[in-house]
């Protein structure tokens, strides 16, 4: 069969999506069907693993199904099973894992374990401008879970260029919308808040740019500050809430784009790729696009948070190149990419 006729199912459960996909030609989205837990989850502030992990295990099988039935293919079509083995919350990646496991016997096909990471970074691979990528790249992986920058040199291949120290950006926006009462997860609610507020009303801590530690972030002194701030006002309701919003989202746009802009052009990178959860993020898209003469490449928002696609996307280039995982693969809760 030749690569472009590849076709792979894709299971993602790290979290509380439960995803599957199927793609054909590691770059055509057949199906992608995303059941979100995120209204479980609100009422708690934050993801619950026991909840989510239950949830996967009632919804699994039915959007496997839906993600078939809307490729109008067969499971005698496919070429293999993928699913992310981490990282991610043990109970979540099991369901996911369980049931790959489970079709690949059932139905005799060969099975991967992909790293969620890598997924986020193949997510640029599912837009239009997936030809014109040319390595090296530059890609900054912000999400809920990691905030990390790395040069992939190839497909496959990855420089560790700077990481999070201590929060992930999207774990610093959660928490500061939190914070200021906006709804979980709080990475939407700030970036709508803020389109209403003075980014420099706040003058928020740019910390590692102003502490210089290299290319790694830090975003735990920046969520301090905004705490600090918050506990001047004797109410939400005397709250300069979208203000704080663009003030605090100011700061961590800032860091991101001035640490990329930096590395990117000391690697000489072709292309700065942004993905995960807050690369949906519009002052983060609009800011690196201004401030960058590369091109800047992000993926529509709904590939930027957790989907199956973008790991059927990162499988195809590891099937294509000869690689199987035996059945007895475990989960990895805190798999490294590099
Ligand atoms: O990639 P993702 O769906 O899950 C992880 O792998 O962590 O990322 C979720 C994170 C959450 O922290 C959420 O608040 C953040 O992405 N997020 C955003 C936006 N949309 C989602 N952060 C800032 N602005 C957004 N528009
Ligand atoms: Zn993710």
Known sequence: MSDDLTRILAIETSCDE????????????????????????????????????????EVIHAIVEEAMREAHIGFGDLDCVA????????????????????????????????NHIEGHIYSLWLTEEAPHIRFPVLTLVVSGGHTEMYLMTDHGRYELLGAAL?????????KVGRL????????????????KGNPAAFRFPRAVMEGGHGYDFSFSGLKTAVMRQVSQYHSPATMPTADLAASFQAAVVDVLVAKTAAAAEAVGATAVHIAGGVSANRALRATMRARLEL??????????????AMIGAAAHFHFIRGRRDSLDFDVVPSLQLV
């Open 18 to 57: 439960t995803a599957a996909a199927v793609i054909a030609g590691g770059t055509t989205m057949l199906s992608n069907v995303i059941a979100s837990q995120t209204e479980l989850h609100a009422r708690y502030g934050g993801v619950f693993p026991e909840v989510a992990s239950r949830r996967h295990v």
């Open 83 to 114: 699913v992310t083995r981490g990282p991610g919350l043990v109970g979540s990646l099991l369901v996911g894992v369980n049931m790959a496991k489970g079709l690949a016997v059932a139905r005799n096909l060969p099975i991967l374990g992909i």
């Open 166 to 174: 201590d929060d992930a950006a999207g774990e610093a926006f959660d």
């Open 180 to 195: 200021l009462g906006l709804p979980f997860p709080g990475g939407p609610a700030i970036d709508r808040a803020a389109e």
């Open 295 to 308: 091109p800047v490449r992000v993926p529509p928002p709904a590939l930027c948070t957790d989907n199956a």
